[in-house]
């Protein structure tokens, strides 16, 4: 009997197929319109910030390091997969970028070191989220900016992917004797409880962010685009207030650790 892999061997696993994972950025499925839009707004976020040292933890492929590069800010990566890390140096090879291969638990920079801390789509996949929060808080310098982005739980989407969407698949394969490939667990945060342990470790939530509006459920915005492009069109002028947690399948929390 084979041994189970770690929760980390797991998330590390699922994110290994880095030239996949990027070319993802330059297609139309509901994958791509996702990283685009947060990539979007990340930028955006940082373009209003003086210069300094960035660290995109769990930078993937180096997509958005690519688009950083050439500013006169200091960059720097780190992912927990050293195939994300060889595609990252490939798309910053021109660029002084820093890249390592480490864990969000153990991260391998100094205290109060980095004026921009970036979180984009990890801490969900922490058992112990509140390790991850310390090390962010603790790399951070006072009155740095910290950019987390998670899954939005609340979404209509994402409760149908997760109560539903999933649970079928895997029973269709058992059903058809087919082994299910073991998938990393989540802890989703809503915006309110993720704040609540960012302040724990001196992290205030500026600004809360929802992004990628799509109310028409998988597997059918990938098999019927057309459709789901017309559906989100028609919910995207309601899609703000207390509706919005609803429509949107995640969110960008934006902070400041306390001077």
């Given at each position: 009997m084979k041994a189970a892999l770690s929760h980390t061997e797991l998330v590390r696993r699922s994110f290994s197929a880095a030239r996949e994972y990027a070319l993802l950025y330059d297609t139309h499925t509901p994958q791509g319109r996702f990283f685009n839009e947060r990539l979007q707004l990340v930028l955006q976020s940082i373009a209003s910030l003086p210069s300094g040292k960035i660290v995109d933890i769990g930078c993937g492929p180096g997509v958005l390091l690519s688009r950083l590069a050439g500013g006169s800010s200091e960059l720097y990566g780190l992912d927990l997969s050293p195939d994300m890390i060889a595609e990252a140096r490939k798309r910053t090879a021109d660029c002084a970028v820093h890249l390592v291969v480490g864990q969000l638990e153990k991260l391998p920079y100094h205290d109060m070191s980095l004026d921009v801390v970036l979180g984009l789509g990890i801490l969900e996949y922490l058992p112990d989220q509140n390790i991850g929060v310390l090390e962010i808080a603790r790399i951070a310098k006072p009155n740095a900016t910290v950019i987390l982005s998670m899954v939005n739980k609340a979404s209509l989407y994402r409760a149908w992917e997760r109560f539903l969407c999933k649970p079928w698949k895997t029973f269709k394969s058992r059903m058809r004797h087919r082994s299910v490939s073991?998938?990393?667990?989540?802890?989703?945060?809503?915006?309110?409880?993720?704040?609540?342990?960012?302040?724990?470790?001196?992290?205030?939530?500026?600004?809360?962010?929802?992004?990628?509006?799509?109310?028409c459920v998988a597997p059918f915005d990938s098999r019927y685009p057309k459709l789901a492009l017309v559906l989100n069109r028609w919910i995207r002028p309601y899609s703000t207030g207390s509706l919005s947690p609803a429509v949107h399948t995640a969110f960008l929390m934006k902070a400041r650790k306390a001077a």
């Open positions: 073991p998938e990393p667990s989540m802890l989703l945060q809503s915006p309110k409880s993720l704040a609540r342990l960012m302040k724990v470790h001196h992290l205030d939530s500026v600004e809360v962010v929802y992004y990628d509006l799509n109310v």
